[in-house]
T-cell receptor, first 115, second 112 residues
Framework: DTGVSQNPRHKITKRGQNVTFRCDPI?????LYWYRQTLGQGPEFLTY????????KSRLLSDRFSAERPKGSFSTLEIQRTEQGDSAMYLC?????????????FGPGTRLTVT | DAKTTQPPSMDCAEGRAANLPCNHS???????VYWYRQIHSQGPQYIIH???NNETNEMASLIITEDRKSSTLILPHATLRDTAVYYC?????????????FGKGTKLSVKP
């Protein structure tokens, strides 16, 4: 399967702990996106990368959140000092880059529960 | 905020066509209409997109009105596996803008 993969699929953590999620995009895609989705809502954009450059960040991405894509391939999303409000599904997507309205392909998501 | 308006829910009988409407009255000339769907507990799945002409692929057809202020996604023969939340999104063509702006979508229930 050459789709977008995310690990772990589920994460339960205690408030105040740090967590890190990984996303592996489709290999030829140079754009990578992170979204967050809470129950009953559509996904909300967090940030995106073109290759290794982080080009856009949402105001939802507080200073406790950091995302990296060091070699322009996989990406990690870290949440420091987790809060109960961080409980959500974290989705990763990838697409081809500039020049067209390329469709985004989503991974299965990482469901975070903060207790 | 999302730039589209969709009904919160719809029902469809299995084997019949499902017609999902979307209003995007403030769409700009360089914005495409995209449709995604999200089956329970999965990531969103791309369905189809278009600018002004009608489009068809193996999953669905997209009908865009001549003034581009609304569109309809058609699933010609709905199955139980098409039960999902369907999102209509408008997005600018090219450039550096990255994100998709999702609304709450339409929850389609296909019933036997």
């Amino acid at each position: 399967d050459t789709g977008v993969s995310q690990n772990p699929r589920h994460k339960i953590t205690k408030r105040g702990q740090n967590v890190t999620f990984r996303c592996d995009p489709i290999s030829e895609h140079n754009r990578l996106y992170w979204y967050r989705q809470t129950l009953g809502q559509g996904p909300e954009f967090l940030t995106y990368f073109q290759n290794e450059a982080q080009l856009e960040k949402s105001r939802l991405l507080s200073d406790r959140f950091s995302a990296e894509r060091p070699k322009g391939s996989f990406s990690t999303l870290e949440i420091q000092r987790t809060e109960q409000g961080d409980s959500a599904m974290y989705l990763c997507a990838s697409s081809l880059g500039q020049g067209g309205p390329y469709e985004q392909y989503f991974g299965p998501g990482t469901r975070l529960t903060v207790t | 905020d999302a730039k589209t308006t969709q009904p919160p829910s719809m029902d469809c009988a299995e084997g019949r066509a499902a017609n999902l409407p979307c209003n995007h009255s403030t769409i700009s000339g360089n914005e495409y209409v995209y449709w995604y769907r999200q089956i329970h507990s999965q990531g969103p799945q791309y369905i189809i997109h278009g600018l002004k002409n009608n489009e068809t692929n193996e999953m669905a057809s997209l009908i865009i009105t001549e003034d581009r202020k609304s569109s309809t996604l058609i699933l010609p023969h709905a199955t139980l596996r098409d039960t999902a939340v369907y999102y209509c999104i408008v997005r600018v063509k090219g450039g550096s803008q990255g994100n998709l702006i999702f609304g709450k979508g339409t929850k389609l229930s296909v019933k036997p």
